[in-house]
């Protein structure tokens, strides 16, 4: 079994359901906790994982003689729960280790997000040709699957959090928070402006953009990083609702007016 395929045994031991394999090509850390995202959930790094111990379950890899292996422990001392891998001997050393914890103690893991998202439409369409560029509105783009909006910096790998992984080739938020807290289209630098949908309850849904065929990977959650390029004071109320990070499924031209739903 490879290290991937321990952690999702150990991520479904801990979560009580079943947890996706990662693509041949994906990073394994990185997937999960982008999907662990979707669910309001995230891997903590344990920083001296040798002599942590906790009262619950956490995630340990260890390097055995044939590699490295993850395994559940529990208790404090902490003992091994669930080994995959049978890979925990005596002498064995812990090399690194994780907390599944909520990204918000206040929301369910189950729809944390909400689940009726309306239908909407596309108010406006805005691209960077760099990162930290200037958003410039268009009428229409042309949307690339596996890549993003033409002529703008995701798409062409250039934007400050591009990938690899999930959620980096489309942005979206909604045209009523940006009203209510005064913050500008362009500002906000979100790719899709949208009115009269729930883009929170999108994550990990399908659903379209006109023609084109997006999936809602997880909140587009805000940063310091937005504070440095918009304006102090953005953290707080753009938090649960700073939009949504998805990825393009299929092709086609997205214009004003276009449908979401």
């Known amino acids: 079994m490879t290290l991937a395929g321990e952690l999702r045994d ?22 999960f906790g982008q999907w ?31 590699g490295r292996h993850a395994v559940v422990m529990f208790g404090s001392p902490s003992g091994v729960w669930l080994d995959p891998a049978s890979a925990y001997k005596d002498g064995v050393r812990i090399v690194a280790g994780w907390m599944l914890t909520p990204l918000d103690l206040q929301l369910p893991t189950h729809t944390p997000y909400g689940t009726a998202a309306g239908v ?18 268009v009428d229409v783009a042309e949307a690339l699957p596996g890549r993003g909006l033409a002529g703008d910096r995701y798409a062409n790998g250039d934007g400050t959090f591009s990938g690899p992984g999930r959620g980096y080739e489309l942005t979206l938020v909604e045209a009523e928070v940006l009203d209510e807290i005064q913050l500008s289209w362009e500002d906000a630098r979100r790719n899709i402006v949208t009115t009269g949908i729930s883009l929170n309850a999108l994550v990990g849904e399908r659903f379209y953009v006109g ?5 809602g990977r997880r909140l587009a959650e805000p940063c310091a990083h937005l504070e440095t390029l918009a304006r102090p004071g953005l953290l707080r109320p753009l938090v649960h609702r700073g939009g949504l990070r998805a990825d ?8 004003i007016g276009d449908e979401i739903a």
């Open 10 to 31: 150990c991520l479904s031991e801990l979560l009580g359901t079943g947890v996706p394999n990662p693509d041949d090509s994906d990073e394994p850390v990185r997937f």
């Open 36 to 66: 662990l995202a979707e669910h309001n959930l995230g891997l903590v790094p344990i920083a001296d994982p040798a002599s942590f111990d906790w009262a619950g379950k956490w995630i340990a890899v260890v390097d055995g003689a044939d």
């Open 120 to 137: 909407g439409a596309v108010a406006g369409i805005l691209i960077a040709s760099a990162r930290e560029a200037p958003l410039v509105r």
């Open 211 to 215: 023609a084109v065929e997006c999936v």
């Open 248 to 255: 393009i499924l299929s092709g086609g031209t997205i214009a």
